[in-house]
């Protein structure tokens, strides 16, 4: 039996890229939705909150769109 060492590597490599990648989106859309309940309760403008809520909103669609891509690829 022969091991290919460098296709390993590079599965390895990218699906610890691509790990943290989504790690960190999500942890972005966390930290934007409480950025927003912090400013809702001060006395900052809608536009802010809004933004807060749309860029939260867009990490976890991206999230959730690569979740699905992945699923995707291991069914078909």
Known sequence: MK???????????VSLVATVA????????????SKQSTTAGSSASGGS?????????ACFGLCTAAVAYGIYMIVA
């Open 49 to 57: 909150v809004a933004l807060a809520r749309t860029g939260a909103y």
């Open 22 to 33: 989504l790690v960190g989106l999500f942890t972005l859309g966390i930290v934007a939705l």
């Open 3 to 13: 091991i290919d060492w460098a296709a390993l590597a590079s599965v390895f490599g």
